[in-house]
């Protein structure tokens, strides 16, 4: 799913690694399907039905997945496992999406995750079935159109919502805003810390911040708040930025993703099976994605 702070591929991996170390997504768009819980035991991990397509799942990761079965990853997945002619099935975790690999597709819990970026080397990964990218999100009575963090009026502002980790994360701070934020970031998430566990602003939160002016301008991947900006009473402005940021020593800080269905490294079959599907599914993920409000971009693979 989409809920990694969305850094270069390999930053992402390293991220997790770091946290295990220390302690060790109905109607036309709904969603349907049973659900399990992923304290199954080490027996029953490994009994996969051939008629089922097990997806892993965060429990409360909004707006990505949910469980009453309304996030947007959710829906895709219901739409993946109609056109493999399967019954989809959510194995659902308590823990923070970002651990679903470690935790429960390698445990043989599950079978995909939805929603990965294409190349994630911990998993083998679908081709991409949509791409987007990080927004500026602004108040459209403020008339910021911003499209580029080479904009020079982004130095201008006040507060800067970003998300712990993330690109914007690494280019305010390369631009030396961070620590005229850092303080405003860490009241977002009541001052816990992100030191030594996993720590996010929720992206409803981030828009809410602009609507209500105490920020200037949020910084998200679309998916994680396009569906908050649409349903905004308050007029709000979601542009998708260029990819053409860099920090000042010329290192290219990507803005945009393809986005996969990811499989454990040796389910080979499953993957062939996924990509056949994925081109069924394909006008369905796209009516998904639109209805969310998703920025949408051609696939680079």
């Given at each position: 799913?989409?809920?990694?702070?969305?850094?270069?591929?390999?930053?992402?991996?390293?991220?997790?690694?770091?946290?295990?170390?220390?302690?060790?997504?109905?109607?036309?768009?709904?969603?349907?399907?049973?659900?399990?819980?992923?304290?199954?035991?080490?027996?029953?991990?490994?009994?996969?039905?051939?008629?089922?397509?097990?997806?892993?799942?965060?429990?409360?990761?909004?707006?990505?997945?949910?469980?009453?079965?309304?996030?947007?990853?959710?829906?895709?997945?219901?739409?993946?496992?109609?056109?493999?002619?399967?019954?989809?099935?959510?194995?659902?975790?308590?823990?923070?999406?970002?651990?679903?690999?470690?935790?429960?597709?390698?445990?043989?819990?599950?079978?995909?995750?939805?929603?990965?970026?294409?190349?994630?080397?911990?998993?083998?990964?679908?081709?991409?079935?949509?791409?987007?990218g990080y927004v500026f999100v602004s108040r459209a009575?403020?008339?910021?159109?911003?499209?580029?963090?080479?904009?020079?009026?982004?130095?201008?502002?006040?507060?800067?919502?970003?998300?712990?980790?993330?690109?914007?994360?690494?280019?305010?701070?390369?631009?030396?805003?961070?620590?005229?934020?850092?303080?405003?970031?860490?009241?977002?998430?009541?001052?816990?810390?992100?030191?030594?566990?996993?720590?996010?602003?929720?992206?409803a939160r981030m828009v809410g911040e602009v609507v209500?002016?105490?920020?200037?301008?949020?910084?998200?991947?679309?998916?994680?708040?396009?569906?908050?900006?649409?349903?905004?009473?308050?007029?709000?402005?979601?542009?998708?930025?260029?990819?053409?940021?860099?920090?000042?020593?010329?290192?290219?800080?990507?803005?945009?993703?393809?986005?996969s269905v990811a499989v454990r490294r040796d389910d080979?079959?499953?993957?062939?099976?996924?990509?056949?599907?994925?081109?069924?599914?394909?006008?369905?993920?796209?009516?998904?994605?639109?209805?969310?409000?998703?920025?949408?971009?051609?696939?680079?693979?």
């Amino acid at each position: 799913m989409s809920r990694f702070t969305r850094l270069p591929v390999g930053a992402c991996c390293a991220l997790v690694i770091a946290f295990a170390a220390m302690s060790a997504e109905g109607a036309s768009l709904g969603v349907s399907g049973d659900a399990v819980s992923n304290a199954a035991t080490a027996s029953t991990a490994e009994l996969s039905d051939p008629n089922t397509l097990r997806i892993c799942a965060a429990k409360n990761q909004p707006p990505l997945s949910l469980e009453d079965g309304s996030g947007l990853e959710n829906k895709i997945g219901v739409a993946l496992a109609d056109a493999m002619k399967r019954k989809p099935q959510f194995v659902w975790s308590q823990q923070p999406a970002i651990y679903l690999v470690r935790d429960s597709l390698d445990k043989k819990l599950c079978d995909v995750v939805i929603g990965l970026d294409t190349g994630d080397p911990r998993v083998a990964t679908s081709k991409p079935y949509y791409r987007t990218g990080y927004v500026f999100v602004s108040r459209a009575d403020r008339d910021l159109d911003i499209k580029s963090w080479s904009d020079a009026r982004l130095k201008k502002l006040g507060h800067i919502a970003v998300a712990f980790g993330s690109p914007g994360e690494t280019l305010l701070k390369d631009m030396g805003k961070y620590e005229d934020n850092m303080a405003y970031l860490y009241s977002l998430v009541n001052f816990k810390s992100a030191r030594n566990q996993y720590t996010q602003i929720d992206p409803a939160r981030m828009v809410g911040e602009v609507v209500s002016g105490a920020a200037d301008v949020a910084v998200g991947f679309a998916p994680d708040v396009a569906r908050y900006v649409k349903a905004s009473s308050t007029p709000l402005r979601m542009t998708l930025i260029e990819d053409d940021a860099a920090k000042s020593n010329g290192e290219k800080v990507p803005q945009r993703f393809d986005q996969s269905v990811a499989v454990r490294r040796d389910d080979k079959a499953l993957l062939t099976e996924i990509d056949q599907a994925l081109v069924a599914a394909r006008p369905k993920i796209d009516e998904i994605l639109k209805a969310e409000g998703v920025p949408l971009l051609p696939v680079t693979q």
